[in-house]
């Protein structure tokens, strides 16, 4: 499991914390590339690629426009994990 990581600040406490995104990633089926989901309360984010690491790579370009509507994350985790099916 590979975690790459960004730090969070709570604007309601008014501290300094860090928020955990977990990504599960996957082999296609139809390919021979990978796809990758991160579960979130109001939906998900999904992306994918044709290696781990650029799957890893548009995971952080896509949570990047998905939080431009959550302004109270400034910084974050990304807990990737790889599954074999």
Request: proline share 4%; aromatic share 12%; charged share 20%.
């Amino acid at each position: 499991m590979l975690t790459l990581s960004k730090t969070a600040y709570n604007n309601v406490r008014g501290d300094t914390m860090y928020t955990t995104f977990n990504v599960i990633i996957r082999p296609c089926v139809d390919t021979t590339g990978y796809w990758a989901t991160c579960y979130m309360p109001d939906g998900g984010v999904n992306t994918d690629g044709e290696t781990i690491q650029e799957v890893e790579s548009n995971m952080f370009e896509a949570m990047d426009l998905y939080l431009e509507d959550h302004p109270e994350i400034t910084d974050y985790f990304l807990d990737f994990e790889v599954k074999n099916a």
